[in-house]
């Protein structure tokens, strides 16, 4: 199994619906979790860091499921300007810094 | 702010020879790491440092060495550059291991 696992997509979706895709990781030790967004031939950035209790920010909304080792990512009233490649990181836990690792991205294009 | 800042943007090599790619960060971050990034492949670490004089490998180190003399500065060089080295090269810094990422705009490379 694969540490950080995505749907690469393509998400098409109509502007203005509400899109969510999940992101599932192997350590369950994993510490810190966060979603990236990447434009095209552009680098990351960080979109939102995801904390046990859920976050939101504005129409992005965060969660994180221990239990069964996924994060997700719901995006409402989406845009023409959302199209992008959201890539789903993880931290290693306490006793290496491996470094961040991120999930391939799942690419969407949000449609006129 | 510069945040973090990679020379060169472009390059294109022959297959064998040398290059050194430059990353700067002006954040006093303690960890900085090299990615590449390949269609369908999402980033892979090749190296990473948790400190000034330190380095260690990541999950794609062959062919590639690493030197961090200075806090500020991680250097990437290619020996003997291979097309399969043909990528776009992210350099990243943390101020600790689980927190947010800052990208360099990325180095394309080509080997003819």
């Known amino acids: 199994r694969k540490e950080v696992e995505q749907d690469p997509g393509p998400f098409n979706v109509p502007e203005g619906a509400t899109v969510a895709f999940n992101c599932t990781y192997s350590n369950s030790a994993s510490q810190s979790f966060f979603w990236y967004r990447q434009d095209c031939r552009k680098e990351p950035k960080l979109l939102m860091s995801v904390y046990s209790s859920g976050n939101e920010d504005g129409r992005f909304t965060a969660q994180l499921n221990r239990a069964s080792q996924y994060i997700s990512l719901l995006i409402r009233d989406s845009k023409l300007s959302d199209s992008a490649t959201y890539l789903c990181v993880v931290s290693p836990s306490g006793g290496g810094a491996d470094g961040l690792t991120f999930g391939k991205g799942t690419h969407l294009i949000i449609q006129p | 702010n510069a945040g973090v800042t990679q020379t060169p943007k472009f390059r294109v090599l022959k297959t064998g020879q040398s290059m050194t790619l430059l990353c700067a960060q002006d954040?006093?971050?303690?960890?900085m790491y090299w990615y590449r990034q390949d269609p369908g492949m999402g980033l892979r670490l090749i190296h990473y440092?948790?400190?000034?004089?330190?380095?260690a490998k990541g999950e794609v180190p062959d062919g590639y060495n690493v030197s961090r003399l200075k806090k500020q500065n991680f250097l990437l060089g290619l020996e003997s550059a291979a097309p399969s080295q043909t990528s776009v090269y992210f350099c990243?810094?943390?101020?600790?291991?689980?927190?947010?990422?800052?990208f360099g705009q990325g180095t394309r490379l080509t080997v003819v």
């Open positions: 954040m006093n971050h303690e960890y």
């Open positions: 440092s948790v400190g000034e004089g330190t380095t």
């Open positions: 990243a810094s943390t101020g600790g291991r689980r927190t947010e990422a800052f």
